[in-house]
């Protein structure tokens, strides 16, 4: 990913005369640069330290400030490398069973996946009925960190009923390949229909550190089971989208 710096910044649009507060004069400052797009998706800004210097506030008020311009999605921070404009939020239509990859792909961002955890497990009572199947019945267990351009996007668990894909954790790299074409290729496992779930809620502490976030940041969840096309339920998947990156949208007709 290309990293482009933000032009240079002047001090004189803070008035200490004014009766605004310093940290509302520099957020309207520091916003008014991303919206007009005087800064565009992706530019980094300068570090904590040159915004106390160039506009001769503390580290307090910056920092409230950038934590105001974070909630509101306009910008985000990569640990070791930055704050960065964000770029809009992804669209994510609800009505289609699309792969991560071919999403991503298709709105012409570099999709990336890291592979979190590959087991088998005994399914517990809540997934064991989703997945229509009995309390312990061994599942495969995927979990993967998804990225588009190198910006963590959102962290999927996906869980398989282990007997209709025998082997299916030694099957495929999971990084570099989507899973629905692995079942199909492998198994001729077709994920043609899905029921799902959605809601809101507040960040694990894991999940803030996987998606470089602040605690107490919101995600959505989905829920989501996948039927193939002889109606069996195959996958049980939890998607736990960053909240500030993502829109999810149905079309609706009356």
Known sequence: MVVNNPPNLTADVINRDSKLPLYQQLYEVLRGNIVRGAWQPGDRLPPESEL????????????????MLT???????QRGRGTFVAHPPIEANLVRIVSFTE???RRGYT????VLALRLLDAPEDIAEKLQVDVGEPLAGIERLRLADGEPMSV??????HRYC???????DYAAGPLRQALERHYGLRLVRAKQTIR?????????RLLELPRTSALLLIERV?????????????????ADRYTLYNELQG
């Open 52 to 67: 106390i210097a160039i506009y001769q506030v503390s580290r307090i008020t910056v920092r409230q400030v950038l934590d």
């Open 71 to 77: 909630h509101e999605g306009l910008i985000h921070r």
């Open 103 to 105: 999403d991503m792909r």
């Open 111 to 114: 999709p990336g996946t890291k």
């Open 156 to 161: 999927e668990e996906s869980y398989l009923v």
């Open 166 to 172: 025998p082997g299916v954790l030694d099957q495929d």
């Open 200 to 208: 809101a809620i507040l960040a694990p502490r894991r999940f803030t």
């Open 226 to 242: 996948s039927f193939s096309d002889q109606g069996a339920p195959v996958e049980f998947l939890r998607i736990y989208y960053r």
